[in-house]
Nanobody, 121 residues
Framework: QVQLVESGGGLVQAGGSLRLSCAASERTFSRYTMGWFRQAPGKEREFVAAIRWSGDSTDYADSVKGRFTISRDNAKNTMYLQMNSLKPEDTAVYYC??????????????WGQGTQVTVSA
């Protein structure tokens, strides 16, 4: 299983921006459709965005469309999430995982430690 490490979170005011990174341990990363998920306190983990292995197709949850941009650099085994116009409701721990299926089910059972994003009003 590919090991994934998330980074780039932090505390930001509403309207601000952050860029998250997801670094993979293996070059097999480039074979997978990848996704970002988030989990807010007291809530279930939810899908945020996905990107095809080739980078030529992306998809987003309605709540982040137009504000977040997912991208990847297969040469660096890294995926990114550019988050703009952040809102307090974006506050959560953000995770990455490979995904499959039209509903973007997480592929790997094991998750990384995630990266905390906190947006103040």
């Amino acid at each position: 299983q590919v090991q994934l490490v998330e980074s780039g979170g932090g505390l930001v005011q509403a309207g601000g921006s952050l860029r998250l990174s997801c670094a993979a341990s293996e070059r097999t990363f480039s074979r997978y459709t990848m996704g970002w998920f988030r989990q807010a306190p007291g809530k279930e983990r939810e899908f945020v965005a996905a990107i095809r292995w080739s980078g030529d197709s992306t998809d987003y949850a309605d709540s982040v469309k137009g504000r977040f941009t997912i991208s990847r650099d297969n040469a660096k085994n890294t995926m990114y999430l550019q988050m703009n116009s952040l809102k307090p409701e974006d506050t959560a721990v953000y995770y990455c995982n490979a995904v499959f299926g039209s509903s973007y089910y997480p592929r790997f059972d094991s998750w990384g430690q995630g990266t905390q994003v906190t947006v103040s009003a």
